[in-house]
């Protein structure tokens, strides 16, 4: 790695410019790695290649004619010339608009967006004044999307981290494989909403449909009305006072806290008698040896 | 904080995956060798009383109005040793003895949340190398 420039890297081919960075592609067995932090390190707060842009630099862009491409290499543009603002005009329900964003960044979508809108996302703050189909902020990692009107089926599946909101209702198997994060719902949920949940939070203001939290691992679903039934493993307890705070302060967050309070949530968890992987560790053990 | 009930064992003190590095506490959990589940209580939201100046600005810089992403992050335990899980490279970084640890979770969990910022936007982070590597764009 040392040695190496910016430069010469360029002009290898992935291959090359693997080995001469130190990595390796053969099988690693067992811990390979010690990593341990820096206790002088530097204070920044974005990726080292993360473009340095401005919050107070903004900019309007009319996306009618362009395609879902040309629109995210559109706002990529934008990003490395220091825009930190951006409104997009015209979305007119394109499918994965806005995704793969790695820095800070304000992004407005005037419309209504597709399918897998916003995925894949580690920072901006996003918000949609429309409807956004299916899997809306899948795999996101940080950052606040919220959508003003409803959303489609599997809304943040496998979200690792930051706020998706929905100020509407949405679909089935919301939050199907969460792995972190916090899903707001303001209006009602479909069937199988946190299905495999492993962890993270949700809350839902209005009613969830069959089978919530089923088969889910951990994590923890707050529900304000209904409950049409609990899924295998899902089970119910007692809402603390740090819960309490906690669900007051966000749902405020996003103007969405209910006017007789959180009292009535119900809190869900995982009961864990799922937990089965501990009863194949052995078995798994012995074929390996 | 410390407390929670997990179906492989009980945390019942903050140190103890420090003092006790197998936390070997039910019977499953010694008949297999290891500890069943998270070192740390993963359900646990942050006290925002407790945030550190750094997490402050942090916020500020992201225009978050809270901890966003950081909420699920939090001090856990390897091998005896204090660590933090970074999602970007899969595995625990460790915190160096040099640091000392406070005497609950909280605080506990607001340091990991620091030093994994400090870490993750550093030259040193392997996402630096991995980048330059095999990024397409």
Not at chain 1, 150 to 177: E, M, P, W, Y
Not at chain 1, 223 to 239: F, N, Q
Not at chain 2, 53 to 71: I, Q, R, S, T, V
Request: net charge negative; charged share 25%.
């Amino acid at each position: 790695m040392a040695g190496v420039t910016d430069e010469q890297l360029q002009g290898m081919s992935q291959e090359e410019r693997a080995k001469a960075l130190g990595m390796t592609t053969e099988q690693l067995t067992g811990r390979s790695l010690f990593i341990e932090f820096d206790p002088e390190a530097e204070e920044r707060f974005g990726y080292p290649w993360a473009p340095d842009v401005d919050y107070n630099k903004r900019i309007e862009v009319d996306t009618d004619e362009l395609s879902t491409t040309e629109v995210n290499e559109k706002l990529r543009a934008l990003m490395a010339e220091g825009y930190g603002s951006i409104v997009v005009k015209n979305p007119r329900g394109k499918h994965a608009l806005g995704v793969g964003i790695l820095n800070r960044l304000n992004l407005v979508f005037e419309g209504s967006l597709g399918y897998f809108a916003v995925g894949l996302i580690d920072g901006p703050n996003v918000r949609i004044n429309g409807r956004v189909g299916w899997s809306c902020g899948e795999n996101m990692m940080s950052g606040t999307v919220v959508i003003e009107k409803n959303a489609g089926s599997t809304f943040g599946a496998a979200i690792r981290g930051g706020d998706l909101v929905c100020k509407g209702s949405v679909g089935s198997r919301t939050g199907i494989d969460m792995k972190g994060g916090t899903i707001i719902v303001g209006g009602d949920t479909g069937a199988l909403s946190g299905f495999m949940m492993q962890r993270g939070r949700m809350i839902v203001c209005g009613d969830a449909g069959k089978n919530l939290g089923d088969s889910m691992y951990d994590g923890t679903i707050y529900i304000g009305g209904e409950i049409r039934s609990l899924g295998v493993d899902a089970v119910e307890v007692e809402l603390t006072e740090l819960d309490r705070k906690w669900l007051t302060r966000k749902l405020s967050q996003y103007d969405l806290l209910p006017s007789q309070g959180v009292d009535h949530f119900t809190k869900i968890v995982a009961g864990k008698q799922l937990w089965n992987y501990d009863n194949l560790e052995p078995t798994e053990k012995k074929l390996i040896l | 904080m410390a407390g929670t009930q997990y179906r492989g064992s009980e945390i019942k003190d903050v140190d103890q995956f420090l003092n006790d590095s197998k936390g070997l506490d039910s019977e499953r959990e010694k008949e297999i060798g290891q500890h069943i589940g998270y070192r740390y209580d993963v359900n646990l939201v942050p006290d925002y009383d407790r945030l550190t100046p750094f997490l402050k600005d942090y916020m500020e810089y992201m225009g978050w109005d809270d901890l966003n992403w950081l909420e699920d992050v939090h001090m856990g335990y390897e091998d005896g040793n204090a660590a933090v899980f970074d999602r970007n490279i899969n595995g625990w970084v460790r915190v160096p003895k040099s640091i000392e640890m406070p005497d609950n979770q909280q605080d506990r969990d607001m340091i990991a949340r620091e030093l994994l910022i400090k870490f993750q936007m550093s030259d040193r982070h392997p996402l630096v190398n991995l980048r330059k590597a095999y990024a397409k764009f």
